[in-house]
Structures are given as structure tokens and as C-alpha cells.
């Protein structure tokens, strides 16, 4: 399985960390699509996501970083 650089978000004993790191498909939440990114950022909600000030998630871990341009890789959805 190739593996991609992300921003990951955890809860770990009640506080927010975020950090960097190498992770696989395997190794993600189920979801319906998979994109292949070329461009990302961090916009002002992931940031206060991965700070913990805007709770605003609801299941951890996640990768922040909504806005993304690329190619779906993998999809359940017929629409991508």
C-alpha cells in the first residue's frame, strides 16, 4: 500500500494534538472518497480544529485540510 504525508487530528486523554505524519488507506476512518491530492492547506477551521478551541469535530483521528485540489482515487459515491 503506497503511503501519503497528512495532518492528523487526535484526542488523546481528553486534549487536541495534530501533527504530521506518514499513514496509509489501511490505516484511515471508512469514508466514500478517496482523493489523490495535489494542492492542500490548513484553513482557519482546521486550525481551530487541530488546536482543540473550536470543537468542532466529532470523531478523532482525523486529517485536516478540507480544502484540496486533486483526483478521486477511490470512491463509493457514483457521483466521483
Known amino acids: 500500500m ?3 504525508r497528512a495532518y492528523r487530528i487526535y484526542e488523546e486523554d481528553g486534549a487536541i494534538e495534530a ?4 499513514t496509509d488507506l489501511d490505516s484511515l476512518s471508512p469514508g466514500n472518497v478517496v482523493i489523490r ?15 482543540g478551541k473550536g470543537r468542532i469535530l466529532k470523531r478523532f483521528p482525523l486529517i485536516g485540510g478540507v480544502d484540496v485540489a486533486g483526483r478521486v482515487h477511490a470512491s463509493d459515491d457514483p457521483r466521483f
Not at 501533527?19 to 506518514?22: A, F, V
Not at 494542492?39 to 488546536?51: H, M, P, R
Open 2 to 4: 503506497e503511503s501519503f
Open 37 to 51: 491530492a495535489v494542492w492542500s492547506d490548513v484553513n482557519y477551521k482546521d486550525a481551530l480544529a487541530a488546536t
Open 19 to 22: 501533527r504530521l505524519e506518514t
